[in-house]
């Protein structure tokens, strides 16, 4: 049994809009799963019927192979779980909070209070201990969100938004914690921080419209950008045209763009017939016409292009 | 079972820990100690009467009751369901029965309390007279049990809403129908329209008419019974809503 988190055809509908229509997706040991999605793409609600806070219409879950609908209880003890908002009681302190989760844990006495205290240090919350929750930063109250979900060191942690809201250092804290924890855990993590799926996750998927319209590696939903493997570069505006006609007769070349002309310079880009095309050959190219290269550099493609090209296919994935 | 109490236990204790967080509890329990005494002495004519009971204290609960009882209730579940820890609640290893049972017996043992700080005016009657002490405890009982089912309403009613101001003025409402049915006036305008069983079984529904029995010292098994299953009827309801409103 490696996979730890199981969805199958998972189906919300809430009054006239489909939610969540017919998401399956499994989860390894060891993976870092990424949901990305525009806001009310379905990422929250798939989690919500995942975790069993919300029944779906149709499809199942399971963590650890025990169904989440069946076995509510016996499933709820195998994963730790940060709501949107890492929302906590705000007139309890984080000793009390986290000694009311380690209870409901079913944990007691010397185990209580070393679990307690392995979270506190780990979501680093050690000089707030006794500070009510209301009256902390943001950035602790997440931590506190976050140490009640790995408290009982769960083998499924599932996050929505994590990291939304923390500043750069807290971010990287969280990631880091992320990182730290995945060798044996299964984790989802919900974002719309496209680094966050390059930084943390070995597993992106793409939910749009209730549905996952992409699912890889970020390398691989990157691989489907339109100007994947792309040349940009920079030419001094007097050698623009010429370089625009090098490159346009090159039997690999596809297709040039101009992209704008400030400050006396040409931005071009050229597509290639093929995916992949050597920067060395455009170079080569401009360096037998004497035209001198100011830049040069092969798109890998960003994220974000990826994101608005799949979530917004109308547009036709244009770039900017 | 033992589980099941055990979890509702925990979540109790924090309940109960949170009342106590903010003032807002001690001037509950303040404003609820004082209005019972000034109602019994001032208008319920404690001294003039002359009798040494605890009748005129006891009247005013169903009243008090109305007002106090929502204002514990409201919070229950529309502030779980505003803040979003609802969703924390509800993906912990408990069934939503735990959390519900919790959360009452919480607000319900905070009710208790308040009314156990109404022991002076036990003491009162005792250093001035000679009364029934038995007809007392089941007064008390039933004002107890009458506050269990109100808080009940209140807690079904708490989980409709994340805006507490309208679940407290819904249960006060709905409270109040179940305290007035038994009204002689309530009573004549139903027999005016409706057939006579039906106002009678409008008026068995009555919180005030079963109170006003406990306060005449008769404890008995249908007045018991009534109580009981209001309270089990409400948190049925209460656990029904819940399913279907957590996560809106």
Not at chain 2, 49 to 58: I, K, N, T, V
Not at chain 2, 182 to 200: K, Y
Request: charge should be negative.
């Amino acid at each position: 049994m490696t996979d730890l988190i199981e969805a199958v055809g998972l189906e919300k509908q809430f009054g006239e809009i489909k939610a969540v229509d017919g998401i399956s997706l499994k989860v390894e040991k060891g993976e870092v799963l990424g949901f990305l999605g525009p806001n009310g793409a379905g990422k929250s609600t798939t989690m919500k019927m995942i975790t069993g806070f919300l029944e779906p219409d149709a499809g199942r879950a399971a963590i650890c192979g025990v169904d989440v609908f069946e076995n509510p209880k016996k499933a709820k003890a195998l994963f730790g779980y940060v709501p949107e908002g890492a929302p906590s009681y705000a007139e309890m302190t984080p000793r009390t909070f986290l000694s009311f989760i380690a209870e409901i844990r079913g944990y007691r006495g010397v185990e209580l209070t070393s679990r307690i205290n392995r979270a506190v240090e780990r979501a680093g919350l050690g000089g707030v201990f006794d500070q009510v929750i209301d009256t902390l930063s943001k950035g602790y109250k997440r931590r506190v969100g976050l140490a009640q979900a790995i408290l009982h060191d769960p083998p499924v942690l599932i996050m929505d938004e994590p990291t939304d809201g923390l500043d750069p250092n807290q971010k990287h804290h969280v990631r880091e914690l992320i990182s730290d924890m995945s060798a044996d855990k299964a984790i989802i993590i919900s974002t719309h921080i496209l680094e966050e799926v390059e930084a943390v996750c070995s597993r992106a998927i793409v939910i749009n419209r209730g549905c996952i319209v992409a699912d890889g590696t970020a390398d691989d939903l990157m691989q489907r950008m339109h100007y994947h493997g792309a040349v940009s570069l920079k030419v001094i505006a007097e050698r623009g045209d010429a370089a625009i006609q090098v490159l346009s007769s090159a039997s690999s070349v596809a297709k040039v763009e101009t992209l704008g002309k400030p400050n006396g310079h040409f931005l071009l880009r050229a597509i290639p017939k093929q995916k992949e095309m050597a920067a060395a050959e455009v170079a080569a190219l401009l360096r037998a016409q004497n035209i001198p290269v100011d830049e040069l550099y092969v798109e890998r493609g960003r994220l974000d292009d990826v994101f608005r090209q799949i979530t917004m296919p109308e547009d036709g994935g244009s770039n900017d | 079972m033992i589980e099941t109490f055990d979890n509702a236990w925990i979540i109790a204790k924090r309940e109960l820990r949170g009342y106590f967080a903010t003032p807002l509890a001690l001037v509950f329990l303040t404003v609820f100690v004082a209005l019972t005494g000034a109602l019994t002495f001032y208008v319920g004519n404690f001294f003039e009467r002359g009798q040494a009971d605890l009748f005129p204290f006891f009247a005013y609960h169903p009243w008090l009751y109305l007002l106090l009882v929502p204002a514990v209730a409201m919070r229950l579940w529309a502030e779980e369901r505003k803040t979003g820890t609802i969703e924390l609640l509800m993906t912990l290893p408990i069934t939503p029965l735990e959390a519900i049972l919790g959360k009452f017996l919480a607000a319900w043992a905070f009710i208790g309390l308040a009314l156990v700080l109404t022991f002076p005016i036990w003491i009162t009657v005792n250093v001035l007279g000679d009364p029934d002490n038995g007809v007392i405890l089941t007064s008390y009982i039933g004002s107890f049990l009458m506050a269990g089912a109100f808080l009940a309403i209140g807690s079904f009613v708490s989980t409709l809403t994340k805006n507490q101001v309208i679940a407290f003025i819904i249960a006060s409402l709905i409270c109040f129908l179940f305290t007035m049915s038994g009204l002689e006036m309530v009573q004549s305008a139903l027999r005016a329209w409706t057939p006579a069983f039906f106002a009678s079984a409008i008026s068995s529904m009555s919180f005030l008419s079963h109170f006003e029995q406990i306060t005449r010292g008769v404890l008995d098994l249908p007045t018991l019974i009534f109580f009981f299953s209001m309270i089990v009827f409400w948190l049925f309801a209460t656990v029904i809503a819940i399913d279907q409103k957590k996560a809106q």
